[in-house]
């Protein structure tokens, strides 16, 4: 059993240093270097950032909300305002 598991582990060093040494390495560190490049020639953000910059217009969506119904109560009162300080026309 033992002889059996130091053949894999024997196997699996050898795929391994394989790998390694063959141009599948190279390529991939060639893609992965690549890629990081393009990424950051392009304008992109964290998903942190972008969860945060969500969460700031949220709060900026419901502050205009507040401001637009605030608004419509002032209106209103000065609608009610204005209507009572106007005096009938005399005929």
């Known amino acids: ?10 196997l699996q060093q050898n795929l391994s240093d394989l790998i390694a040494n063959s141009p599948a390495a190279d390529l991939e ?10 990424f950051n020639r392009m304008d992109l953000l964290t998903r942190d ?3 945060s910059q969500v969460a700031v217009l949220e709060r900026a969506l419901a502050r205009v909300a507040a401001l637009e119904q605030r608004v419509q109560e002032l ?4 609608g009610q305002k204005s209507s009572t300080d106007e005096k009938p026309a005399e005929s």
């Open 29 to 38: 560190k060639n893609v992965k270097a690549f890629m990081g490049q393009t």
């Open 1 to 10: 059993m033992n002889t059996r598991n130091d053949f894999f582990s024997q």
């Open 75 to 78: 209106e209103a009162q000065l």
């Open 49 to 51: 950032e972008f969860d």
